[in-house]
């Protein structure tokens, strides 16, 4: 398991239409070591438990080794400011 503190940059629908499911984008700055890092999600309200996500910094939890973009199951914790 990876964790990571992320301030979430973007959330759009992949405007190349690469994923077949038709999974948003989310992008997310790594507040603890640098770096950008991308995840295709369902519901991004759902995933985040917050109805817009965009500009707020979670604690994620992801099951899977990082990958670009990561597809894999993680889980949001919000962070207080």
Same mark, same amino acid.
Do not use: K
């Given at each position: 398991m990876?964790?990571?503190?992320?301030?979430v940059?973007?959330?759009e629908?992949?405007?190349?239409g690469?994923?077949?499911? $038709?999974r948003? #984008?989310?992008?997310?700055?790594?507040l603890d070591?640098? +770096?950008?890092? /991308?995840l295709?999600?369902h519901?991004?309200?759902?995933?985040?438990?917050?109805a817009?996500?965009?500009?707020?910094?979670? $604690?994620?939890? #992801?099951?899977?080794?990082?990958?670009?973009?990561?597809? +894999?199951?993680? /889980?949001?914790h919000?962070?207080?400011e």
């Amino acid at each position: 398991m990876t964790a990571m503190t992320v301030r979430v940059t973007g959330v759009e629908v992949d405007p190349l239409g690469r994923d077949l499911l $038709r999974r948003w #984008l989310v992008t997310a700055e790594a507040l603890d070591g640098g +770096g950008e890092i /991308t995840l295709l999600v369902h519901s991004p309200s759902l995933a985040f438990r917050d109805a817009a996500p965009a500009g707020r910094v979670f $604690r994620l939890e #992801l099951a899977e080794p990082v990958s670009e973009p990561y597809a +894999g199951a993680f /889980t949001a914790h919000p962070v207080e400011e």
